[in-house]
């Protein structure tokens, strides 16, 4: 322990009251020197002071103390947790908090400390240095509180941007594959229905056609689109081989063009066989099981390949092929339709 408690600190981290607490001897600034003697017997505590006199004391219940101070009745009690605390004496009941530099009574800050450097000093004095550090403490604290709150905010608003540009995106997203999706039910509806009524107009040229007949005049048709394409004449030579014999007739018929694609001004997709193609779709897959239209629409998938890549009319007669077909085409990492 340093000289008069110099360099101690207290619970809070303040230096302690500079005084001088022997066990016969003490000396402090407002106090003096003083000698004293305390015995304890049954309960009772007898003090005797050269300043104060003597002083007959007990603890009839925690932190309640009950005193004769020189024939003078005492009565000192303190409660409460926390920053605040009830106070109890003759005069009655007060209420104190810990504040700024020492104690304040808010009932009665004739009461009140503070300590400054270890001096301790009470009353109206103790009380005003302790509400202007109170007061600074409570600016500091609400300008932190201030920039805390407006960091919340930003951030708050940042995050709030982020997930509204997400949530736009995403459903501007869901909105056009939506609106592709009832576009494609139309078509496909569109051309079940022409397809049809082909099939009723030229029922003939179809009774006698068999599955593998039908898959040549497809191929036939999708090397015309890719003929229209200025593609080599690979896939031609196909076709030519295709649709000798009985097809050639039928491929005469079919390959009729229905004009521009509805779905795109590509020069690629003009001048497509749209309805002969949906024809022999439809005749293909109420000619075969379920089963077999997926390995169908493969195998017209690979003959596209043929030559490289395929063009943006054998693309969208594809995916007519698909959707009579009843397929539903997924697009994987690689690029590849699964």
Same mark, same amino acid.
């Given at each position: 322990?340093?000289?008069?408690?110099?360099?101690?600190?207290?619970?809070?981290?303040?230096?302690?009251?500079?005084?001088?607490?022997?066990?016969?001897?003490?000396?402090?600034?407002?106090?003096?020197?003083?000698?004293?003697?305390?015995?304890?017997?049954?309960?009772?505590?007898?003090?005797?002071?050269?300043?104060?006199?003597?002083?007959?004391?007990?603890?009839?219940?925690?932190?309640?103390?009950?005193?004769?101070?020189?024939?003078?009745?005492?009565?000192?009690?303190?409660?409460?947790?926390?920053?605040?605390?009830?106070?109890?004496?003759?005069?009655?009941?007060?209420?104190?908090?810990?504040?700024?530099?020492?104690?304040?009574?808010?009932?009665?800050?004739?009461?009140?400390?503070?300590?400054?450097?270890?001096?301790?000093?009470?009353?109206?004095?103790?009380?005003?240095?302790?509400?202007?550090?109170?007061?600074?403490?409570?600016?500091?604290?609400?300008? /932190? %509180?201030?920039? $805390?709150?407006?960091?919340?905010?930003?951030?708050?608003?940042?995050? +709030? @941007?982020?997930?509204?540009? !997400? &949530?736009?995106?995403?459903?501007?997203?869901?909105?056009?594959?939506?609106?592709?999706?009832?576009?494609?039910?139309?078509?496909?509806? /569109? %051309?079940?229905? $022409?397809?049809?009524?082909?099939?009723?107009?030229?029922?003939?040229? +179809? @009774?006698?056609?068999?599955? !593998? &007949?039908?898959?040549?005049?497809?191929?036939?048709?999708?090397?015309?689109?890719?003929?229209?394409?200025?593609?080599?004449?690979?896939?031609?030579?196909?076709?030519?081989?295709?649709?000798?014999?009985?097809?050639?007739?039928?491929?005469?018929?079919?390959?009729?063009?229905?004009?521009?694609?509805?779905?795109?001004?590509?020069?690629?997709?003009?001048?497509?066989?749209?309805?002969?193609?949906?024809?022999?779709?439809?005749?293909?897959?109420?000619?075969?099981?379920?089963?077999?239209?997926?390995?169908?629409?493969?195998?017209?998938?690979?003959?596209?390949?043929?030559?490289?890549?395929?063009?943006?009319?054998?693309?969208?007669?594809?995916?007519?092929?698909?959707?009579?077909?009843?397929?539903?085409?997924?697009?994987?990492?690689?690029?590849?339709?699964?």
């Amino acid at each position: 322990m340093g000289f008069l408690g110099i360099g101690n600190k207290d619970s809070e981290g303040r230096q302690v009251r500079i005084e001088h607490r022997g066990e016969h001897l003490r000396a402090s600034r407002t106090g003096g020197i003083a000698l004293r003697e305390q015995i304890r017997a049954g309960g009772l505590s007898l003090t005797a002071n050269t300043q104060r006199g003597t002083r007959i004391s007990m603890t009839p219940a925690r932190n309640t103390q009950v005193a004769f101070q020189n024939s003078r009745f005492v009565l000192r009690g303190r409660y409460g947790k926390g920053p605040a605390k009830l106070n109890l004496s003759k005069s009655g009941v007060s209420l104190s908090g810990k504040m700024g530099l020492g104690t304040i009574n808010f009932t009665n800050p004739g009461r009140s400390s503070a300590k400054i450097a270890g001096v301790q000093m009470r009353g109206q004095k103790a009380a005003a240095i302790n509400g202007v550090v109170a007061l600074f403490q409570m600016l500091v604290m609400l300008v /932190r %509180l201030t920039i $805390a709150m407006l960091g919340y905010l930003i951030v708050g608003t940042l995050n +709030l @941007a982020i997930w509204l540009s !997400e &949530s736009s995106a995403g459903l501007i997203a869901y909105w056009r594959f939506q609106r592709q999706q009832k576009r494609r039910a139309t078509r496909t509806r /569109r %051309l079940e229905e $022409a397809a049809q009524q082909w099939i009723a107009s030229n029922h003939g040229l +179809l @009774a006698g056609l068999t599955p !593998e &007949s039908a898959m040549a005049a497809m191929e036939s048709l999708l090397a015309q689109a890719s003929e229209n394409s200025g593609a080599s004449d690979t896939e031609a030579d196909r076709a030519g081989s295709a649709a000798e014999g009985c097809l050639g007739l039928l491929l005469q018929r079919l390959s009729r063009v229905d004009g521009p694609d509805s779905e795109t001004d590509e020069p690629s997709a003009r001048n497509l066989p749209v309805t002969g193609m949906a024809a022999l779709a439809v005749h293909y897959r109420d000619s075969v099981s379920q089963a077999d239209l997926p390995s169908a629409f493969y195998r017209l998938d690979e003959f596209a390949l043929d030559n490289g890549t395929r063009t943006i009319g054998q693309e969208l007669m594809l995916e007519d092929v698909a959707d009579l077909f009843g397929l539903r085409l997924e697009i994987m990492e690689s690029g590849e339709p699964s």
